[in-house]
């Protein structure tokens, strides 16, 4: 289990969450150990959704379930702004699927935004998502119990 991050790399990134359903970020790595987490957040009115940039450092959070996304060559801002214009809502193709906005439907919106910037190599949200969930429930209770479940998978690769 790798303990270091790749700079300049974007990841996907599932936490438990604690009604047992995931939180969904990206992180942006700049540096082995320390990075940006970029997500959608309702924390700490339920009723009104934000997009939150913050910190991320392996040695001071919880581990999520990572999968490499892209090894980027542009400065680290453009996946930024191209992620915190993600309109806070269920876009229409989510709807078959899905009502309510939620932390996923961000994750998959900034998904579909990265592929189409030609950063990250996605032609399936809904595969990818799967190369997600699968091995986080497969390991469910270890995030539960917050011991270290990091892992890292490398099936998608960066267009550049």
């Known amino acids: 289990m790798p303990d270091r991050l790749e700079e300049n790399t974007i990841y996907a990134a599932l936490y438990r969450g604690d009604d047992g359903r995931y939180n969904w970020a990206l992180i942006l ?15 700490p009115n339920p ?8 910190r991320y450092s392996l040695d001071e959070e919880r581990k999520p379930l990572v999968l490499i996304l892209a090894k980027l060559d542009v400065p680290h801002t453009h996946p ?14 989510d709807l078959p699927k899905v009502q309510a906005f939620t932390r996923r439907i ?3 919106q900034g998904i579909r935004r990265l592929s189409s910037a030609g950063l990250v190599q996605c032609p399936s949200v809904d595969a990818l998502e799967r190369k997600l969930v699968d091995p986080a429930d497969g390991r469910s209770n270890l995030v539960a119990l917050g011991i270290r479940p990091w892992k890292l998978h490398q099936e ?5």
């Open 80 to 93: 930024v702004n191209l992620l915190q214009e993600i309109p806070l809502e269920t876009p229409p193709s």
């Open 156 to 160: 998608l690769r960066s267009s550049r």
């Open 106 to 108: 961000w994750f998959r």
């Open 29 to 43: 790595a700049q540096s082995a150990s320390e990075g940006l987490k970029l997500h959608s957040t309702n924390i």
């Open 47 to 54: 009723t009104k959704w934000h997009y939150e940039q913050e």
